[in-house]
């Protein structure tokens, strides 16, 4: 079993952007970190042709888990993403979407603190706080992230006072949390992982987050140590944070690199 792997869940229309993403760790994987990507069965022959075999791994998502609902895209990938740990590869592993790429050089000392323990992205993403009241005149604190935290530190019984962002992408999860939350929360209350998101989306009208119930159940739990660490990557939510960034130079590959391993260009606008 490894100790960590990078893995990115993707699908056709993302297929070349899982190129872009994966000759990026090609170029900068100086620990050779293995690498396994997943999508849908139907689309096994488009990536195969478009991305090739080499240096590699390629799975189905059925193979990582069944979905019984039928949800949309974000929705879905969510509940795979959450179960590479069925697969029984890895201790731990780095879930890097599609539309990321890196621009640094990265071993595994950068993500895993010790031996055993990788780091957990948690701040308080102030950055996005700052430029959502820019952009849009939001109130970061009273937007829908800011509830579905509240609404998932009901269900396990937490309380704090400070909203963490356990992201942005891409996101470091430990497969011994993941098999924690099912073997003594899913399994004891006789539900799996999709169904409780389909229940967190429904019974209380927020959309179900992932790296929220990650980092909120371990926070309650306390199952491995918890040493935070910031973003590895500087993530671009919108055209707008892209557009002045890129006017005041604060978009500058070689600025950038001081602080991230990568860039995330969110694809719904990119």
Same mark, same amino acid.
């Given at each position: 079993?490894?100790?960590?792997?990078?893995?990115?869940?993707?699908?056709?229309?993302?297929?070349?952007?899982?190129?872009?993403?994966?000759?990026?760790?090609?170029?900068?994987?100086?620990?050779?970190?293995?690498?396994?990507?997943?999508?849908?069965?139907?689309?096994?022959?488009?990536?195969?042709?478009?991305?090739?075999?080499?240096?590699?791994?390629?799975?189905?998502?059925?193979?990582?888990?069944?979905?019984?609902?039928n949800l949309?895209?974000?929705?879905?990938?969510?509940?795979? /993403?959450?179960?590479? +740990?069925?697969?029984?590869?890895?201790? =731990?592993?780095?879930?890097? *979407?599609?539309?990321? !790429?890196? @621009?640094?050089?990265?071993?595994?000392?950068?993500?895993?603190?010790?031996?055993?323990?990788?780091?957990?992205?948690?701040?308080?993403?102030?950055?996005?706080?700052?430029?959502?009241?820019?952009?849009?005149?939001?109130?970061?604190?009273?937007?829908?992230?800011?509830?579905?935290v509240k609404?998932?530190?009901?269900?396990?019984?937490?309380?704090?006072?400070?909203?963490?962002d356990y992201?942005?992408?891409?996101?470091?999860?430990?497969? /011994?949390?993941?098999? +924690?939350?099912?073997?003594?929360?899913? =399994?004891?209350?006789?539900? *799996?992982?999709?169904? !409780?998101? @389909?229940?967190?989306?429904?019974?209380?009208?927020?959309?179900?987050?992932?790296?929220?119930?990650?980092?909120?159940?371990?926070?309650?739990?306390?199952?491995?140590?918890?040493?935070?660490?910031?973003?590895?990557?500087?993530?671009?939510?919108?055209?707008?944070?892209?557009?002045?960034?890129?006017?005041?130079?604060?978009?500058?590959?070689?600025?950038?690199?001081?602080?991230?391993?990568?860039?995330?260009?969110?694809?719904?606008?990119?």
């Amino acid at each position: 079993m490894h100790k960590i792997v990078l893995y990115n869940k993707s699908f056709s229309r993302d297929v070349n952007r899982s190129k872009k993403m994966l000759n990026s760790i090609f170029e900068h994987n100086i620990d050779d970190i293995p690498i396994y990507i997943s999508c849908p069965n139907i689309d096994l022959e488009l990536f195969k042709n478009t991305l090739g075999t080499d240096g590699y791994t390629l799975v189905a998502d059925e193979e990582i888990y069944q979905l019984k609902s039928n949800l949309d895209g974000w929705r879905s990938q969510q509940i795979v /993403k959450s179960n590479l +740990h069925k697969l029984n590869i890895t201790e =731990n592993y780095l879930c890097v *979407d599609s539309d990321a !790429f890196f @621009i640094n050089k990265f071993r595994v000392s950068d993500f895993m603190a010790n031996d055993d323990t990788p780091y957990v992205v948690m701040n308080e993403n102030k950055e996005v706080q700052q430029y959502e009241k820019l952009f849009f005149g939001r109130n970061y604190r009273e937007n829908g992230y800011t509830d579905a935290v509240k609404k998932y530190r009901n269900v396990f019984g937490t309380n704090y006072s400070h909203v963490w962002d356990y992201g942005p992408p891409p996101y470091l999860w430990s497969c /011994k949390v993941w098999k +924690h939350f099912e073997d003594s929360y899913l =399994n004891k209350n006789n539900i *799996d992982f999709e169904q !409780f998101q @389909i229940h967190m989306q429904n019974n209380f009208n927020i959309f179900m987050r992932e790296a929220v119930t990650y980092g909120e159940y371990l926070l309650a739990t306390r199952v491995m140590d918890m040493i935070p660490i910031g973003p590895f990557f500087k993530f671009y939510h919108w055209k707008e944070m892209y557009e002045y960034e890129s006017k005041t130079g604060l978009y500058d590959i070689e600025k950038l690199k001081e602080n991230y391993l990568g860039i995330v260009m969110q694809s719904n606008w990119s």
